[in-house]
């Protein structure tokens, strides 16, 4: 579980500090904390899309999926938080 989640973070590192500073933001939508915690409860939960006892593929889901998932909430910030959070990891 560990590694899995290691191996995420290093594929992800841009993407979730983004996600984090626009969590972290005052103005920061109900909806962008909610869909964070359903991903994080998908990364943490035994039920997955292609069981994770199957080796190799069945961390292929969380590989794809969760960085997806980050991707497609950080496209849908408001303007305003989406410019802070990039201004935030990039400087």
Do not use: C, N
């Not at 794809?64 to 998932?69: D, E, Y």
């Amino acid at each position: 579980m560990f590694k899995r989640l290691t191996l995420l973070w290093v594929l992800l590192r841009g993407d979730a500090r983004q996600l984090w500073f626009a969590l972290r933001h005052p103005q920061a939508p109900r909806w962008l904390k909610l869909g964070t915690a359903l991903i994080a409860l998908y990364l943490i939960s035994p039920i997955d899309l292609i069981p994770d006892v199957l080796p190799l593929i069945g961390v292929v889901d969380d590989l794809v999926l969760v960085p997806l998932a980050i991707h497609w909430l950080l496209k849908r910030l408001p303007p305003e938080i989406a410019q802070a959070a990039a201004k935030r990891r990039t400087g």
